[in-house]
């Protein structure tokens, strides 16, 4: 059984940056596919970015590309969103998911992939 802790969040101004934390436990990182997505009130959970286990092929929604980067320590068991010029719109409750398989990249974007979540850490931007 795999575990997710997120942590990381918080409220911050337009442009800022903050960066997400994602601890796995029950398996080591290497052998999970990463992904971060992102859910506000009265809206369907979002995609925002994903690593493969498998050469750590990573993909962004266009929304974040540019702005977002998936990264992982291994040694750590931990994965990373680094997440730089915030904006409102990036408001939510940002959520850590793993799968055990290997998706192709053009499944990274779908929730159903993924067997295991977190529970969520609450990033905020306003001004």
């Known amino acids: 059984q795999v575990q997710l802790v997120e942590s990381g969040g918080g409220s911050v101004l337009p442009g800022s940056s903050l960066r997400l934390s994602c601890v796995a436990s029950g398996r080591t990182l290497s052998t999970l596919t990463i992904a971060w997505f992102r859910q506000v009130p009265g809206k369907e959970r979002e995609y925002v970015a994903g690593r493969k286990r498998s050469f750590g092929t990573t993909n962004a929604a266009d929304s974040v590309l540019g702005r977002f980067t998936v990264s992982r320590d291994n040694g750590k068991n931990t994965a990373y969103l680094q997440m730089n010029g915030l904006n409102p719109e990036d408001t939510g409750v940002y959520y850590c998911?793993?799968?055990?398989?290997?998706?192709?990249?053009?499944?990274?974007?779908?929730?159903?992939?993924?067997?295991?979540w977190g529970q969520g850490t609450q990033v905020t931007v306003s001004s």
């Open positions: 998911a793993a799968t055990t398989g290997c998706p192709i990249t053009g499944q990274l974007q779908y929730a159903s992939t993924y067997e295991y």
